[in-house]
């Protein structure tokens, strides 16, 4: 369900920078190599940051709670992290303008699915701390960037 939600939340993130958007990115364990991929296993190369892209956002699953239950609903709050990373020798504007255009893009509501920005995580090597990327201090450093927030999605789910 989460997937699809954010799949929605994608086709109305608009921003002037935009390359490469996926949607709920999970590590892949592959040969000793974790990259970004599907949910199937299907790897992401698009979703490793390199100097041929202007920017790269991708979300991450941190689990759910069920909120409320009854026998005909289960509401349920998500907890996904929205990564944004930047190669500001392709991007011309600055950090803050790209920040807000996409965090602008993304609706507080869909239907009965409440989208909450939760917090505003730090810029720090850590990020990509789920992948086995090659040299991650590079991708946070001049030319590029990185910023991270976290949302709670409440939705509502119908049991089986």
């Known amino acids: 369900m989460i997937r699809d939600i954010v799949e929605n939340i994608n086709g109305k993130l608009d921003y002037s920078f935009q390359d490469v958007l996926r949607g709920i990115v999970y590590p892949l364990n592959k040969k000793g190599q974790r990259v970004p991929a599907s949910q199937e296993g299907k790897e992401y190369k698009d979703a490793i940051p390199n100097s041929k892209k202007k920017s790269i956002v991708y979300w991450e699953d941190y689990g759910g709670t069920i909120v409320d239950s009854c026998i005909h609903y289960q509401r349920i709050t998500q907890r996904v992290r929205l990564i944004i990373w930047m190669n500001f020798d392709k991007i011309e504007q600055p ?66």
Do not use: Q, W
């Open 95 to 160: 950090y803050d303008d790209c920040v807000k255009e996409v965090t602008k893009s993304i609706p507080n509501r869909m239907g009965n699915t409440i989208i909450k920005l939760s917090e505003t995580i730090p810029k720090s090597v850590e990020v990509f701390g789920r992948y086995d990327y090659p040299d991650r201090k590079h991708y946070v450093t001049l030319p590029y960037d990185v910023a991270v927030f976290l949302y709670n999605i409440t939705y509502m789910k119908r049991p089986c």
